[in-house]
């Protein structure tokens, strides 16, 4: 089973700003990898899939990079809806799907 | 437009076995590459994969859960159901069904708050 990793477990940032979040399989996933905003109470939205395409409806204030174990998703310029948790997903090796533990966005 | 919807029991007891429907619409179960899956979160913990199965009725579980979970589909009625036996308290959690395609998931239901209280 691949093991995600994401880091920090918390970001503390200033609306406005620039925030990186990272991701880490412990074996190569290639560009297999997605990210997932979630609000308390919702369900996962797709917001990055093949580690560097938006889905539909994303704005470019989102951007995935990255390719084999490590990869980054920047938020360019925080807006107040973008505080939330983040998780990466790998979909190279399955089953099992993985998802990393998550990190938690919140405002500075 | 792409909606997906979970159903079943909110309080379920210890050792008995939980049955959750996903009725969805906008897309069909019988289109090649096409997939409906479940996962959960436990209260204020990561998302779990739980199963998923394809428009050719290819099942796939997660190994850990596998001798618990079956997955079906019953695509005249755009429904697909998980079924989860011997459930225990640590398995409380919210379920989520997901439309699945390429590997990850697009479009996902609201999900439904499965508690274990005896």
């Known amino acids: 089973e691949i093991v995600m990793t994401q880091s920090p477990a918390t970001l503390s940032v200033s609306p406005g700003e620039r925030a990186t979040l990272s991701c880490r399989a412990s074996?190569?996933?290639?560009?297999?990898l997605a990210w997932y905003q979630q609000k308390p109470g919702q369900a996962p939205r797709l917001l990055i899939y093949g580690a560097s395409t938006r889905a539909t409806g994303i704005p470019a204030r989102f951007s995935g990079s990255g390719s084999g174990t490590e990869f980054t998703l920047t938020i360019s310029s925080l807006q107040s809806e973008d505080f939330a948790v983040y998780y990466c997903q790998q979909y190279k090796n399955w089953p099992p799907v993985t998802f990393g533990q998550g990190t938690k966005l919140e405002i500075k | 437009q792409i909606t997906l919807k979970e159903s079943g029991p909110t309080l379920v007891k210890p050792t008995q076995t939980l049955t959750l429907t996903c009725t969805f619409s906008?897309?069909?179960?019988?289109?090649?590459?096409?997939?409906v899956g479940w996962a959960r979160q436990p209260p204020g913990k990561a998302l779990e994969w739980l199963a998923l199965?394809?428009?050719?009725?290819?099942?796939r579980y997660s190994p850990s859960l596998k001798a618990r979970l079956t997955i079906t589909k019953d695509t005249s009625k755009n429904q697909v159901v998980l079924t989860m036996t011997n459930m225990d308290p640590v398995d409380t959690a919210t379920f989520f069904c997901?439309?699945?395609?390429?590997?990850?998931?697009?479009?996902w239901g609201q999900g439904t708050l499965v508690t274990l209280s005896s």
């Open positions: 074996q190569s996933v290639s560009r297999n």
């Open positions: 199965i394809y428009w050719d009725d290819d099942k």
């Open positions: 997901a439309q699945f395609f390429g590997g990850y998931y697009p479009f």
């Open positions: 906008g897309f069909s179960l019988s289109t090649g590459g096409v997939g």
